[in-house]
């Protein structure tokens, strides 16, 4: 009973630092979910194609672009109007309920899934894929160390209990 608790508890905790290790698996989730209807990273759909948009805007213009991009039309940002305009009018629907982090794991998702083109060199491999990562830092994820901490533990607790469980049967012989 005990044991099969502890290892539900590892298991559990496993899933957390899953969750918060992984922007990129959670960006692709929601982009699929939300966004590949009208967007691909690297092709134009209905929507431009998504790669290389953190470095034509700002983050907390995307973040205002995907709560609702009409605000941004109809206020005149010259970006916004631009983009409507070049898409015949087409108007993309507001995501109010996506958080910054959803949308940040957006962007952490499309940078992860862009494919560079070379221009300079056609004769050379065409295209890449470019890896992102972010380093985990102990003050962003610090959550994430305490957990591993906790677990490393908790494993270290199990095994000498394990052992002294082992010695306390050989005695008993
Ligand atoms: C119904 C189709 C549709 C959906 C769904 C959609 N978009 Fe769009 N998106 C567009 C269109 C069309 C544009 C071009 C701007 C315009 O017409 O207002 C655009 C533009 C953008 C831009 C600006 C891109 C650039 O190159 O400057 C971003 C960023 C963006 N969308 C993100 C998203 C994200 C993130 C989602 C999912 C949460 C999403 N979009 C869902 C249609 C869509």
Redesign the pocket.
Known sequence: MRTKLLLLGIVWLGGITKIYADPIEDGKT??MT??A???NVNKQL???A?AG?DQ??SIDW?IN??HS?QKL?TGGDK??VE??QR?N?????D?PD?TEEN?KS?VDYVKSATVIVDNKAPFAKPSKLQPYYRPLSIWQDYLVFLVYFFVVILLIVTLLFAVRLKSFSANSD
């Open positions: 929601i982009f939300r966004c209807a009208c967007h209905t929507g431009p998504l948009v034509r805007h995307i672009f995907v991009s039309v970006a916004a983009l409507f898409f009018g087409v108007t993309m629907p995501h996506l949308i957006i």
